[in-house]
T-cell receptor, first 113, second 113 residues
């Protein structure tokens, strides 16, 4: 699979590869993080979330890793498919009560078959 | 359940005018948030409403305001429009049991001429 150590605006992979998208967050007090996928012309779509008391959480073909020491979040997509092509955003909740999401810059994932 | 709906989907206004955008949350959801998405600034949090009260607020000027009705539907108003207000305005809702997980609507694309 292909991974990025720092945030890059684009990531190109072959179908079937594993993809890793990285994200740095800003607030060490944030305790909730979330990944969204946004396709052209649509609103962001929920992928997976994680709380600060966890280091890893798995979903269907996706895994989120949280490293609180360096304030780093990553999204791993297994067996990437052409339908995974989209812009991926990480977000942290800085709301004192309720939700105020601060979004990262986004990574455009392109999957070629 | 039907998803978050936003009206209108597209809007063209001229500088100095005002605009009102509408959002209907997922049935049963009581928290509604608004975000602005532009190519330059990315996704930025505007405000969050819960039970008709503003609970969180982002760093936007007072020209941007919102409200929430007793049925949880929300409106966002922008007065004295500027060219820089051209953006995709996204609404998201969440339910009481999991308030931090927000589900987004398709957005209203506003063009200010």
């Amino acid at each position: 699979g292909e991974s990025v150590g720092l945030h890059l605006p684009t990531l190109s992979v072959q179908e079937g590869d594993n993809s890793i998208i990285n994200c740095a967050y800003s607030n060490s007090a944030s305790d909730y993080f979330i990944w969204y996928k946004q396709e052209s012309g649509k609103g962001p779509q929920f992928i997976i979330d994680i709380r600060s008391n966890m280091d890893k959480r798995q979903g269907q073909r996706v895994t989120v890793l949280l490293n609180k020491t360096v304030k780093h979040l990553s999204l791993q997509i297994a067996a990437t498919q052409p339908g995974d092509s989209a812009v991926y955003f990480c977000a942290e909740n800085i709301g004192q009560a309720g939700t105020a999401l601060i979004f990262g810059k986004g990574t455009t994932l392109s999957v070629s078959s | 359940k039907a998803g978050v709906t936003q009206t209108p989907r597209y809007l063209i206004k001229t500088r100095g005018q005002q605009v009102t955008l509408s959002c209907s949350p997922i049935s049963g959801h009581r928290s509604v948030s608004w975000y602005q998405q532009t190519p330059g600034q990315g996704l930025q949090f505007l405000f969050e409403y819960f039970s008709e009260t503003q609970r969180n607020k982002g760093n936007f000027p007072g020209r941007f305001s919102g409200r929430q009705f007793s049925n949880s539907r929300s409106e966002m108003n922008v007065s004295t429009l500027e060219l820089g207000d051209s953006a995709l305005y996204l609404c998201a809702s969440s339910d009481l049991a999991d308030q931090e997980t927000q589900y987004f609507g398709p957005g209203t694309r506003l063009l200010v001429l």
